[in-house]
C-alpha cells in the first residue's frame, strides 16, 4: 500500500524558515517524480513544486521560486521542501503527492494526508 | 499558463441523478493532459480520471471524463451518499500546472 507522511508544519513569523518532509512507504521512490500542491484554507488546490524521479530537474510555481527549495533522497525515499522568507500567503495544507508522467507533465496519483503551515506574528 | 475554469461553482443534486462538471482550458490541452480529483472536507484530494478519460485504480465506472482541446467533461452516472465532495481539475501538459477552482456538488 501506497502511503505518504508528510511532517514539518507549525507556526512561524512571517520571514521565517521551515522544512518540510514526506516519508514514503509501498512502492520503489526512486522510480516516480514527487510534488508538493498547497491549499489554503477554505480555498482550492495550487501546484508548489516537482522533481523528478533522479532529482536532477526541479519546477517551481511563480509564486514560491527563489524562496522554496525541492529535494529528495532516494535512499531513505523520503522528499523535502525547503521554506524560507515565508509570507502570510504561504498559509495552506501542505500535501506531498506521487506524480506520474514525465519532464514536469505530471498527474498526482497518491496524496499524503498534509501538513499545516500557518505563516503569522 | 494554462487557466481552467470550472463550472457550475455548486451543483446542488440528489442520490441517483446524474451530475456533469464542466472544466475548460484557456488553450488547446495537448495529448488531453487533464486530471480530475475527488476531494472530500478534511481529506486529501484523490485521483479519479487522468489522460480526459482514464480512470485510476479503484475507481467506480460511474465516474467518466471526456473531451479534448479546451473543453472537458466529468460525469458522475448515478451519484451516491459518498460522491458528494469537491471536484477539481488539473492540467499537466506543461509547467506550470494548474488546478480549477472547484465544483462543489453538494444535496439537494
Known amino acids: 500500500e501506497v502511503q505518504l507522511v508528510e511532517s514539518g508544519g507549525g507556526l512561524v513569523k512571517p520571514g521565517g524558515s521551515l522544512r518540510l518532509s514526506c516519508a514514503a512507504s509501498?512502492?520503489?521512490?526512486?522510480?516516480?517524480?514527487m510534488n508538493w500542491v498547497r491549499q489554503a484554507p477554505g480555498k482550492g488546490l495550487e501546484w508548489v513544486s516537482s522533481?523528478?524521479?533522479?532529482?536532477?530537474?526541479?519546477y517551481y510555481a511563480d509564486s514560491v521560486k527563489g524562496r522554496i527549495t525541492i529535494s529528495r533522497d532516494n535512499a531513505k525515499s523520503s522528499l523535502f521542501l525547503q521554506m524560507s522568507s515565508l509570507r502570510a500567503e504561504d498559509t495552506a495544507v501542505y500535501y506531498c503527492?506521487?506524480?506520474?508522467?514525465?519532464?514536469?507533465?505530471?498527474?498526482?496519483?497518491?496524496w499524503g494526508q498534509g501538513t499545516l503551515v500557518t505563516v503569522s506574528s | 499558463e494554462v487557466v481552467l475554469t470550472q463550472s457550475p461553482d455548486t451543483l446542488s443534486l440528489s442520490p441517483g441523478e446524474r451530475a456533469t462538471l464542466s472544466c475548460r482550458a484557456s488553450?488547446?490541452?495537448?495529448?488531453?493532459?487533464l486530471a480530475w480529483y475527488q476531494q472530500k472536507p478534511g481529506q486529501a484530494p484523490r485521483l479519479l480520471i487522468y489522460?480526459?478519460?482514464s480512470r485510476a485504480t479503484g475507481i467506480p465506472d460511474r465516474f467518466s471524463g471526456s473531451g479534448s482541446g479546451t473543453d472537458f467533461t466529468l460525469t458522475i452516472s448515478r451519484l451516491e451518499p459518498e460522491d458528494f465532495a469537491v471536484y477539481y481539475c488539473?492540467?499537466?501538459?506543461?509547467?506550470?500546472?494548474?488546478f480549477g477552482g472547484g465544483t462543489k456538488v453538494e444535496i439537494k
Open positions: 503527492a506521487r506524480g506520474s508522467g514525465n519532464y514536469g507533465a505530471y498527474y498526482f496519483d497518491y
Open positions: 509501498g512502492f520503489t521512490f526512486s522510480g516516480p517524480s
Open positions: 522533481i523528478s524521479s533522479s532529482g536532477t530537474y526541479t
Open positions: 488553450q488547446s490541452l495537448s495529448s488531453s493532459y
Open positions: 489522460g480526459a478519460s
Open positions: 488539473q492540467h499537466y501538459g506543461s509547467s506550470p500546472l494548474t
